[in-house]
């Protein structure tokens, strides 16, 4: 029987090490440069969402993202 891996898919340990190296090593301008950056893509947006709407939310983000990644 295969082992679950306890990453996500196209994740294992190495990956994860780096992204902490990397966020550990990074310096506050770094770091609000890049939360600046996420935020002025126009493809995304931010938003309060009442906390009991956020499981039909995140089955909605589920569904969107399946049907675009199936094309």
Known sequence: MKKQSQFPEGWDEERVRDVLEYYEN?????????????L???EHTRMEVPVDLVPAVRQMIAEHEHK???R
């Open 26 to 38: 990074q310096t506050e301008d770094e770091a609000l440069a890049e939360h600046e950056a996420a």
């Open 40 to 42: 002025g893509r126009a």
């Open 68 to 70: 675009h990644r199936a």
